[in-house]
DNA sequence: TATAGTTGTAATCATTTTGATTACAACTAT
DNA sequence: ATAGTTGTAATCAAAATGATTACAACTATA
């Protein structure tokens, strides 16, 4: 099982509006064709984005807009705004036998050591900003 | 999206083997109700575990019995037995936009970032042997 | 050697999650 | 007023998961 693509379109999606934010109106409808995504799903992307504080949307008028400063955001903050994962990242079986002494210690015993797991990838996470992903992409453009 | 229960399942499976093998025939069916799963769940777990060479399993008999020494199976080991993530833990959105500048250079841009979260994520779970999470479990019991 | 207890595996099913899509009310610059 | 947007609810199809049924193949042992 894979981590929800809505993390790599959010990067893609705040990627768009910072680099080029300027130079074009940054409405769903031009994202999604960037992303080739349906606009709703870009829509909904934004709405993520907005809530958490990253960008501003005008409804109305149309086009999504920074707010935060690219050295501020993190893979991390974007991929906690899109709740790729909620909580544990491993899935648990439910309800081991309590009567099996496997069973009734099992999550004592491997609980720590997968949320270590879950740490060190989003710790990874937090090392990258927008800014980083952003220099390397004006080298490529 | 979170990782398929099959990981835990197999690592509780394993412990179960280890620990109270010498005592009981661990069939499917036995091992089943430590974790409360179906049968048939365990019995492809089984199979998982056995070709990756971790375990042995006899069939027509029945039970399954330890190959590999615990030191050498760490919780990385498991995971890549059971196929819980093939290949890229993130998911991608399919045909970004290769007219846009965002778009062609997206993969160029993010996929290195991505493959060392994951890396993270993974030398973590080597960092982990079934002796380590034996020990704590014998304190337990 | 017949039997009982297993494993191995295919086939189905319901559930959940995902992303696509349609639809439309609400909003705003012009 | 209008045209172009956003926000969001509602549906839908597809994919993945785990549960379950079914049964052939296998093996210890009585």
């Known amino acids: ?3 929800t693509s809505r993390f790599t379109v959010a990067v893609h999606t705040l990627l768009a509006i910072y680099v080029l934010g300027k130079e074009y109106k940054m409405t769903s409808d031009f994202i999604a064709s960037s992303v080739n995504v349906n606009p709703v799903v870009i ?14 949307v005008k409804a109305g008028s149309g086009g999504a807009m920074p ?3 690219t050295d501020d955001i993190t893979l991390y903050d974007i ?5 790729c994962v909620e909580g544990n990242l491993f899935n648990f079986h439910e309800n081991p036998n309590p009567e099996c002494p496997v069973g009734k210690n099992i999550h004592a015993v491997l609980d720590s050591r997968l ?9 990874e996470l937090k090392s990258v900003t927008l800014t980083d992903l952003m220099k390397q992409l004006n080298i490529l453009m």
Request: hydrophobic share 45%; charged share 30%; glycine share 2%.
């Open 67 to 69: 707010v935060k400063d």
């Open 1 to 3: 099982m894979k981590i």
């Open 43 to 56: 829509r909904r992307t934004l709405s993520s984005l907005k809530a958490a504080g990253i960008i501003d």
């Open 115 to 123: 949320a270590d797991a879950q740490t060190a990838l989003e710790n």
């Open 79 to 83: 991929y906690t705004a899109v709740d």
